[in-house]
């Protein structure tokens, strides 16, 4: 019998990194590829250095897959330029070499930054319009765009996945709303690769009891978050300014001007 195989990017990094283990844990054959050389994690993990930038490489990376999780690029604001590169290019070659090695799955890894300049008294859907809070997000907007283009045009059945703040406890205020718990982050990989329909979006958030972000399309996809900052943070919840952009410190000017390099 086949044994299925999965592609992915973005290995090396953090959630690439947890997220492999648990793969591997449940026997499922990983091809892990990254700019950083990723250590293989199991027998069956083939692991390849491939920089996004190159779409020869990108297709060869894909033979032979299954299904592909994109979790690899700039993961935070950037020189436009770069992210263009990177991000958007790089989320291309992604989908055309799903689509030229006949892959039919994509998860892709967005962000809550495609929609940080809502205030902070907001409950967000995925349906509303986004509201980038930098040239990341926007970035990161092209790529889901992108995962709807190949559902729509080409048939793949991609998810994309708006993360939130993968950290190993809340550490911030922010966090107490934007948190993703090491166990949650897992959760909503699991949902995502098996999930049928196409173009689907939603957000990757813990259960926060002050959350931002609505959990109704994902747990229309079967997420189910188990964990709650309020229960891990070793600090006091206070109350979050209402007009304050959910992005809090990454919605100021100079947080993107400050990496402008060209
Ligand atoms: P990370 O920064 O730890 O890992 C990203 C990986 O991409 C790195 O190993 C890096 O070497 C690789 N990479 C960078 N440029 C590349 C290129 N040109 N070609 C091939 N590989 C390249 O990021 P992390 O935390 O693991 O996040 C994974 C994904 O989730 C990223 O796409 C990030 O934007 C997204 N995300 C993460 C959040 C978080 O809280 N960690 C929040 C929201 C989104």
Redesign the pocket.
Known sequence: MHQSRWLI??A?????VALRRHLADRGIALRS????TPQAVSEDDEVMT????DLDAMTRSAEGCDGIVH?????DEADFHDLAE?NIV?SYHVLEAARRAGIRRVVF?????VTGMYPADTMVDPSMPVRPDGFYGVA?IAGEALCRLYADKFQLLTVTVR?????ERPQTQRDLRTW?SPGDALRAFDAAMIADQPGAVFYAVSANTERWWSLNAGKQLGYHPEDDAQDWASFPAESYPPAQPQAGPYAAADFSTTRMNR
């Open positions: 990017t973005g090396a990094g953090r959630i690439g590829v990254d700019l950083a491939v920089d996004l930038r979790l690899g690029g700039l993961s990177v790089g890894a967005s962000s809550n930054r990161k993360i939130g703040s993968y950290e993703l």
